[in-house]
Every structure is written in C-alpha cells, then in structure tokens.
C-alpha cells in the first residue's frame, strides 16, 4: 500500500529524514517511534503534503501511485489521513459543514454524488456513536474551544467519516487521560479492516497497549535504526533510547 | 503649492455650480432646508475637500476625485423612457419588503403609489415632507448632521434637493422590511446628491434596507445623507448593502439618535465600489440605550473601503459594541477609524470596539486606529484591532481532509466574515446576505440571484 524508499526531507534549510525506507501493507498496523527531535512528526507531515517539509530525495508511493506529486487534499482523497498531533482551532467553520465539504469532495473525487442533507446527518450520528464523541461538539465550529482530549476524539470521528486506507495518528495519545485514550483506542481499532492500515507515531509505549502493532520502527536522527515486533516496544519502555544508541556505536 | 492651487480652484468650482444654480436648487424646498445651505457652504469652504490633512479623512483622500471631476449633476428628476420597475426588480424569493425606489438621489413617486403602510407610517420624498410635514422636518432636519464639522455633511447640506423621509409614528410596529433602492442611472457621469430624514417614534419597531446599486456603467459620485431619529424603546435594525460598481465614489454619512431603552443595530456590507466612505456617528441620548454596529467589507483590485464611526455615550448606562471586518485582496485599501466619546456624566457606559482584517495580498492595505476618549473612570471599554492573513495551518488542516486548496480559502474567509453576517437579525435576510457574500469571495457576480439588473458591470 505505502512505499517510502530512501526518503530525505529538510524543514528551513535542516535535513531532518535522511535516507527513510518503509514498507506498509493492508491490514497492518506500524508503530513508528524514538525519541523527541528524531524526524516522527516530520515524517508525518511529509507523507500528508505539508508544504513546510522539503523533500530532497527518494520515492513514495501510494497504492501504485506517485503520492509526492500530489497536492495534501488529493493525498486525502486517495485515501490518506493525519491525526494531528496538536489539532487547529478553526473559529466559524462549523463541524457540519467542514465534514459535509470534505466527504463530498471525497465523494466527488470517486465520481459518487454528494449525499443528501439526510443521508450525511445519519452517518454523523452512526460515526459519533461509534467513536464515542459527544453530540455538542460537532454543533461548534472545528475544535474551537474543544479540550485537549476532544480534539483527539474528534481527529478519529474525522477517520471514521472520511473512512481513509492509511491512517496516520500522530502523537494521538498525548494529553489524553486514561479514559479518553480508551475512547481514542477503542474507535482506532473499530475502524480497522483488513482492507485499511495504520502508522502510529508516538513515544510512549502506554497507546501500544490499547493498539497492538505488528510491527515497531524505531527512527532515530532521520533514518529507521531498529524495526522488530510488538515485544520491542517493552524493551525500549525498559532501557529507554540510549540502549539502541549504544547498538548504534554511539 | 500646487495642490493648495488646485484644492482652492475645485472648492471655487464647487461653489460657481452651487452659485449658478441656486434658484434650482432652493426651489420648492421651505426655508429650513434652503436657510442651512449658505452656512454650509461657508462651512465647506473653511474645511475644504476632505484630504489627508484632515485628521477624520487621513485614510480617504477625496482631493483627487473632486479635482477630477466635470460631472453632471442633476437640479431635476431625470425623465426615464422605461419604467424603472421593469428594470428593477428585487425578489428574493419569500423575501417581502417594502420597496422604495431613489433613483439618482431623487424619491422615484411612481413606484410609491397605492403602497400600504401601517396606519400613520409616512413614506415620501423629503421634497414634498418639507412642504406636507413641515413641523416635523422643521423639528429634526440638520439637527444631528453637522455642516460645520464635516466637509461631506455641508455639501451635502448646500446641495441637498430630495431623499426619503420617513415617519413612525409611536407604538407602530412595521414587520416587513423597508427597503429602500438607490439606484445610479444616467448616460453621462454623475455626482448624487441625496439626503434622508427618517423618524422613528417611541415603541417603535422597524427593520431598514440601504441597497446602494449602479444601472450604467457611468462614473457617479455620491453624497448619501441620512438623519435618522429614534424613540425611546424603539428596536431599528438598519442594513446597508453596498454594491455599486468600481467606478463610483460613495459616500455616505449615517446620523443616529437614541433615546432611552431604544435598541439599534447596524450593519454595513460593502461588496463593490470604488471608493467607499461611510461615517457613521450614533449620539446615545438616553439611559439604557444600546447600538451594535457592525460592517464587513470585501474589496479587491483598486478598491477603497473606509468606515469611519463616532459613538458618543451621552447619558449613564449605554452600550456600545462595534465589529468591523475588512477582506482585502489585490491592491486594494482600507481604513477604519472607531471614535468613542464617553462624557463626564455618562458613568456605567459599556463601550466596545473591535476591527479584524485579513490582507490576502502584500499589495494590499488597510489602517486601523482606535480613538477612544473617556472622560469619567465608571465605564467598561475595550478596543482591539488586527491585521493579519489567512491561517496557514488552518489552510493546510482543511486540505488533509480532501478539500482544495480554493475552497479551503473561501472556507477560512467566509469564517471570516461570518461573524459580521450573524448580526443580521432578520433570517431570509442574512440568507440573501450570506449567499451574496460568498459569491463575492468566490469572484462570481454577486447580484441577488433573481434580480434583472446587472450593478457589477
């Protein structure tokens, strides 16, 4: 589904991918971590066409396609999706008619008419109980004045309206109490099919608990160091990052 | 030295056509309105075309415009072949107002007649109130509009001739909307001269729609006037939709006073015209009064919107909230000067202000300045004004859910301006209001959908 290959990337003039390799199927669900400053969140924004990231070199394709000639809302509607780390407030741009835009120009794109007035507010309500999210917020304008968990919540009714074939959640378990990282989990694994993949990027290893991942990377200074099974997520909670720095020969 | 030559000469061209013209000018008009002109003029030509040295004109220099220009201006009613109402015709669908049609500045009595009103309601043209009510307009004409501190408002005094004037007698509720027209139709370019008095009484309700719209592509200046008086408990919502074309000059001048307990709401829309002047000044004369006063303007090209406001809190206990947004695109300029008096005596005054722009261009401009001045420490007062761009990385969050880059924008600037739009009170309104301003933002035509006339082009 994803193919990165030797993927190098700066952010004003700083090289921070250097030389990225990684591979994602159907049905799999990839944890990415490593230490802060170590290019997660740059890879993240990469993939979904933050403009603010420069690509220097390397290839990523998409389902067969060519995913950096695209521009971000194309990404999308082939099927990419970002949880951001820290969602934007976006005063007067009300939750009805921010999703409504977006899941008809998804719609439009795969050549399918925009859905009635109807037909949307039933999936809404389908989708928000799915993910648990209360039924004021999607009444306000997009996340403003949402608490720090709300917004996490609302990424993933985000996902789970606009249903994406690879799913980013960038750092989604941060500022979340227990509670609502069940919430967050809980709706992250619903929305999973064979026919869909995750990336998880996060620190801790406490979210890998509620999403098991098949397979962990750590990236370290740009570049994937490490890539093993679930179990490497407790040895790294253990020794921390500098047992791999010390494989390094650092 | 040049230009204190030309201001000279254009102030004594000014004053040749007011000279030339007098007899036409003061015929059939009564002695309260023809007595105010001479004294306006001596006012004009102390204070001069408006210009930059103008510390209330800073950011509207009219010298040039009124260098520039030979218009024709019209002492009479232009005779039109084709009935305007066949030209003209504003129906938003299940949106019923009373229409009053002003045709060049003049009261078009054509489409007045057989009209309905509540009992009492006085709808004509200033021309014949002066004659058929003249106590009342002896009573409030020139009374809040000053000749002798603003330039626009003594030329507008000299050469004032017709308008609309309107009277709501106490206790009368008019539910459906007045709307009144200006349309600027003429084969030659033209300067308008217009001026309005409207009373409304105590316990009054009314709803008021300006629609400032050009027919011709002709330049036009305009000189808007309006007096407008209102009772004690009264609730007016008036609305002014600007949208003339690119080469008209329209100034306006809206002069308010609040009695006690009466509630007012205005609210400015400015889509298209050249350059746009709005001074609005709203007197707070008597306890509990409340005005929101709101504007939104768009501008694009070379366009010029300047809104410059004056809220004095005259007695205890008013309140004043101000909101103004500007859009600005290309190289286009704005300006918003937001004046608050609060007298010595008026203590519990809650008075608000705020402007926020959005520059989509480098090339385009907008200045804002504050001037609050409060003359007793028992008030509550804020200001604030912003200048900033679209949110980038609102931009870029709206696009990671599948919606491009064009709509994204349109989004984040209709958000922009929604805030404005949501103080239109009367709902088909601020629907036709929504729709207009979107199709402007989107660069398309932005007349009502239905309506016969082309005003863009």
Same mark, same amino acid.
């Not at chain 1, 669900?29 to 230490?35: K, Q, S, T, V």
């Not at chain 1, 160091?225 to 990052?241: R, T």
């Not at chain 2, 509009?145 to 004037?165: C, K, R």
């Not at chain 2, 947004?325 to 005054?349: C, E, M, Q, W």
């Given at each position: ?26 049905? =799999? ?12 969140? %740059? ?10 990231? =420069? ?137 999973? %099919? ?52 010390? =494989?390094?020969?650092? | ?12 061209? @000014? ?200 027919? /011709? ?65 709203? /007197? ?8 929101? @006063?709101?504007? /939104? ?105 599948? @919606? ?5 924008? /349109? ?47």
């Amino acid at each position: 589904m994803l193919v990165i290959k030797d993927l190098y990337a700066k952010v004003e003039g700083k090289d921070i991918l250097k030389g990225i390799n990684l591979t994602v199927n159907a049905g =799999e669900i990839h944890a990415i971590m490593g230490p802060n400053g170590s290019g997660k969140s %740059t890879l993240a924004n990469v993939l979904v066409g933050n403009t603010n990231f =420069e690509v220097t070199h390397g290839s990523v394709t998409f389902n067969g396609k060519d995913l950096l000639a695209m521009s971000a809302d194309v990404r999308a509607k082939e099927g990419l999706f970002l949880s951001f780390q820290y969602p934007v407030e976006i005063p007067g741009v009300s939750m009805v008619n921010f999703l409504k835009t977006a899941v008809n120009e998804h719609r439009k794109y795969r050549d399918q008419p925009p859905l009635s007035a109807g037909d949307f507010l039933k999936l809404m309500r389908e989708k928000k109980a799915m993910v648990q999210i209360d039924s004021q917020l999607t009444n306000r304008s997009v996340n403003e004045g949402f608490s720090g968990g709300e917004k996490k919540k609302n990424e993933i009714f985000q996902m789970a309206m606009l249903e994406p074939t690879l799913a980013i959640l960038d750092e989604t378990d941060s500022g979340l109490d227990i509670d609502a990282l069940r919430i967050v989990s809980n709706g992250v694994n619903l929305l999973k %099919t064979p026919n869909n993949a995750t990336i998880l990027v996060t620190h801790y290893q406490r979210l890998l608990d509620y999403i098991v991942p098949d397979f962990i990377h750590v990236l370290y200074e740009g570049r994937i160091v490490k890539s093993a099974g679930k179990e490497l997520a407790l040895e790294l909670e253990e020794k921390g990052y500098d047992w791999i720095k010390k =494989e390094l020969g650092e | 030295m040049a230009e204190i030559i030309d201001k000279i000469t254009t102030v004594r061209r @000014i004053g040749e056509i007011y000279a030339d013209n007098l007899a036409k000018i003061g015929e059939g008009m009564s002695e309260t309105v023809n007595n105010a002109r001479q004294p306006a003029f001596r006012a004009f030509q102390r204070m001069g075309i408006p210009g930059f040295k103008n510390e209330n004109y800073k950011y509207t220099d009219l010298t040039r415009l009124f260098e520039n220009e030979n218009f024709r201006r019209s002492f009479e009613p232009d005779q039109f072949e084709v009935s305007l109402k066949d030209v003209f015709s504003c129906d938003v669908p299940e949106f019923d107002t009373h229409l009053i049609l002003v045709v060049n500045g003049w009261f078009d009595d054509s489409n007045n007649q057989g009209k309905s009103y509540p009992e009492g309601v006085i709808i004509k043209s200033l021309r014949k109130a002066v004659i058929e009510n003249r106590d009342l307009v002896e009573k409030y004409y020139g009374k809040l509009a000053n000749a002798e501190s603003d330039p626009l408002t003594a030329l507008n005094t000299v050469f004032a001739q017709d308008g609309v004037f309107i009277y709501i007698p106490d206790n009368t509720h008019i539910t459906k909307p007045l709307q009144l027209i200006n349309i600027l139709r003429s084969e030659d370019d033209l300067y308008v001269t217009q001026r309005n008095l409207i009373i409304a009484g105590k316990n009054t309700q009314a709803k008021i729609m300006f629609c400032d719209h050009t027919l /011709l592509p002709q330049n036009f200046i305009v000189n808007n006037l309006t007096e407008f008086e209102i009772g004690e408990d009264a609730v007016i919502d008036i609305y002014s939709i600007q949208n003339q074309h690119n080469k008209t000059a329209n100034l306006t001048g809206l002069y308010i006073r609040q009695q006690r307990n009466s509630q007012l709401v205005t609210n400015a829309i400015s889509l298209h015209g050249g350059i746009i002047r709005n001074n609005l000044s709203v /007197l707070l004369d008597g306890e509990h009064a409340e005005a929101k @006063i709101c504007g /939104l303007a768009l501008s694009d090209k070379n366009q010029h919107v300047d809104n410059y406001t004056f809220i004095e809190h005259h007695k205890p206990k008013c309140r004043s909230n101000q909101l103004y947004k500007n859009i600005l695109d290309d190289s286009s300029t704005g300006g918003f000067t937001g004046r608050i008096h609060v007298a010595p005596h008026a203590i519990k005054t809650e008075a608000y202000q705020r402007n926020n722009n959005v520059l989509l261009t480098n090339a385009a401009k907008m200045n804002t300045k504050p001037q609050l001045v409060i003359d007793n420490d028992d008030v509550k007062c804020s200001h604030g004004a912003t200048v900033g761009r679209i949110d980038e990385e609102a931009l870029f969050y709206l696009q990671t859910r599948g @919606i491009n880059e064009k709509e994204a924008r /349109l989004m984040l600037m209709f958000a922009f301006a929604h805030e404005v739009l949501a103080e239109v009170k009367v709902d088909q309104l601020r629907v036709m209001i929504d729709k207009l301003v979107n199709k402007r933002l989107r660069g398309e035509v932005s007349k009502c959908h239905s309506c016969a006339m082309d005003c863009i082009r």
